[in-house]
């Protein structure tokens, strides 16, 4: 193949992956209820898991458009505005039928970007990238069979999701966790379930360091996980106070 023609496939393949976004620019922000959170470390904390330019785009454009576009849904339907996120995805079959579209799609996206951004962080207190401690620990043993098997069968799950998708922990309030994933931006809260942690399989989570291999994006996820974080969300969830 010569350097022109692998040259092209190269650009195809990376415009391919920029018109997938969400068309709202560059992070404008939308006038609402609803707010972009701000990323709780550097761009480039993750790498080389995930690399700055990933989790810029990821963050600035594409968790932005779903805050935007959620807060343009709910913009003439004050009652749905004044709603907490998660009682909106708990009600979707509630909401006016204009606009359950737009707060499914959005409204999933935020949360589960939201806690995407906090159930991850850099070397530290955190231990990301070491092994659960704790409550967490023994509930993973308890319910998933153990550490390497909740990762085997996340890893699984995830590259089984076809297209576009999330693979989640869910943890009752009596504390038993079990495996989940969801299409595009769904999120197990529109089940009135609790997430304890879970990754993005979209394209645009990891396109631009892996391509095509979810599979090596998955194992070096597991790299991320701030596993405080995580342990902080399952007292939360246990307790009763857990919301996205």
């Known amino acids: 193949m010569s350097f022109h023609r692998r040259s092209f496939l190269v650009g195809t ?5 920029a018109l997938s976004m969400p068309r709202i620019g560059f992070a404008q922000a939308a006038s609402g209820p609803f707010t972009l959170p701000p990323l709780p470390y550097p761009a480039k904390a993750l790498e080389p898991h995930i690399d700055a330019r990933t989790m810029e785009i990821h963050h600035d454009r594409h968790h932005q458009a779903y805050v935007n576009n959620l807060n343009a849904a709910v913009k003439d339907h004050g009652q749905v505005a004044g709603m907490p996120l998660q009682d909106i995805l708990a009600k979707l079959s509630d909401m006016p ?15 589960n970007h939201t806690m995407f951004w ?10 990301p990238g070491g092994a659960p401690s704790g409550p967490v620990a023994e509930a993973i043993s308890r319910d998933l ?9 996340f890893n699984g799950m995830g ?41 993005d399989v979209w394209e645009h989570a990891y396109y631009l360091t892996y391509q095509n291999r979810r599979p090596d994006y998955l194992a070096a996820w597991w790299n991320t996980v701030n596993w405080g974080k995580v342990g902080e969300r399952y007292a939360a969830a246990t307790a009763g106070t857990l919301t996205i």
């Open 97 to 111: 039928e204009a606009i359950r579209t737009a707060l499914r799609n959005n409204g999933g996206g935020h949360a």
């Open 145 to 153: 069979g153990g550490f390497d098997k909740l990762k085997s069968d």
């Open 159 to 199: 590259g089984r999701v076809f297209g576009s998708g999330w693979v989640f922990v869910t943890v009752a309030r009596d504390g038993k966790l079990a495996l989940e994933s969801r299409p595009n931006q769904d999120t197990p809260l529109m089940d009135g379930k609790k997430v304890l942690f879970g990754n």
């Open 118 to 127: 906090q159930v991850m962080g850099p070397g530290g207190s955190g231990s």
């Open 13 to 17: 393949a990376v415009a391919a992956a």
